[in-house]
């Protein structure tokens, strides 16, 4: 597959992955206040709200194989990123939604307060 190919398939599968995402969310009782939020050169997929208060959401979309699942793409780094550019919303929670595509279907995993 050519790297341009592949550049659009990896953008296609990640805003698929937040749709997914989000609709989970939703269906959960969370309210999604924003999506793609940009921030300085940085971007939070997720805005969203409970009771508690608003978070931001990583959302890390991918194919699972032995060796790979998409939340090993959340590594220390990726965390403080998202906590930076949270905190510059006046946010400190930020969850994690792993969206897994594969043979038998979609699997969505939510981790909670992951930073």
Known sequence: MPASEFS???RRLGAFGERVAASFLERNGIRV??????IGRGEVDLVAADRAGRFVVEVKTGMETPDEHPRWNFTDRKARQVIRMARSLGIRRVDLVTVVVGEEGV????H???A
């Open 8 to 10: 659009t398939h990896r």
């Open 33 to 38: 206040l924003g999506r793609n939020v940009r």
């Open 107 to 110: 699997a969505v995993e939510w």
């Open 112 to 114: 909670p307060r992951v």
